[in-house]
């Protein structure tokens, strides 16, 4: 047999998709609910994602954070493979933790230990309120996290009393804060976010000079305009509340 004829499989490097999700009291009822069901219809888009894609495989991880935090699973799994378990709503909102939390694990001995290397990670956070503990120290030290520095980074609002300032800081600018008012909005932007990052964040390089983050930013503001109860948390604030959750 020519050496012309075997086949050689090139390894595919890993993009881990992150969920750190609010489980504090305020998420009860149909906000964690919402939030559920919107993760476990969002698997098989990823999952046919990463079968489709030959530069990387896509893996999930997700961090649970109320008055403690939590993950799901003690490494990040294939899409495929990642069965999601519902989380529940109590307590308080401990971000701060959950940053120094989600820094431990983006190191080499934590989920960025790829054989076949990694490309940055994207990082989705949902919350509804505001940081209950120290969440400028934890900030502080995630922010000099390499692979946090080079992560997709986005932050979903969910409802008028998300600390919209807050999130602002985690992902590093008010562009990529989607604020939502209802459920069907937050289950729609959940999924996009999720589906847009992980297409994008898998690639090997980007168009130009644009960086992924501002891909990511500008394909979901565009996605964001067109959902009722969804708005950039970038937008002119309104007096208004258009929150409704029943």
């Known amino acids: ?15 881990t998709l992150f969920f ?3 489980t504090s009291g305020s998420m009860a009822g149909s906000k964690i609910g919402a939030v559920n069901d919107a993760v476990v219809n969002v698997l098989p888009l990823l999952e046919e994602i990463s079968a489709e894609n030959p530069d990387a495989e896509i893996k999930v991880a997700a961090l649970e954070f109320s008055t403690t935090c939590h993950w ?10 990642f069965v999601w378990q519902d989380v529940q709503a109590n307590a308080l909102t401990s971000l701060g933790e959950a940053c120094k939390e989600l820094s431990s694990k983006l190191s080499r001995s934590g989920f960025m230990k790829s054989a076949s290397g990694s490309f940055a990670p994207a990082i989705i956070l949902l919350s509804d309120g505001a940081p209950t503990d120290d969440f400028a120290s934890g ?3 995630l922010k000099q996290n390499n692979w946090f520095k080079a ?11 998300a600390d919209k300032e807050v999130l602002a800081q985690f992902t590093g600018t008010n562009e990529a804060v989607f604020t939502v008012h209802n459920i069907e909005a937050l289950k729609q932007v959940i999924r996009i976010v999720a589906v847009t990052s992980s297409q994008i964040g898998s690639k090997s390089s980007t168009a130009g000079d644009t960086t992924k983050q501002d891909q990511v930013i500008a394909e979901v503001k565009s996605a964001v305009d ?5 708005e950039v948390a970038s937008a002119p604030s309104s007096t208004v509340s258009y929150d409704d959750w029943d």
């Open 139 to 141: 900030l502080a030290m």
């Open 151 to 161: 992560a997709i980074k986005v932050a979903v609002a969910i409802g008028d009393d």
């Open 20 to 22: 750190m999700i609010d």
């Open 72 to 81: 799901l699973y003690n490494e990040p799994k294939p899409a495929n493979e």
């Open 226 to 230: 067109n959902i009722g109860g969804a």
């Open 1 to 15: 047999m020519s050496l012309l004829d075997e086949t050689v499989e090139i390894p595919r490097r890993t993009m």
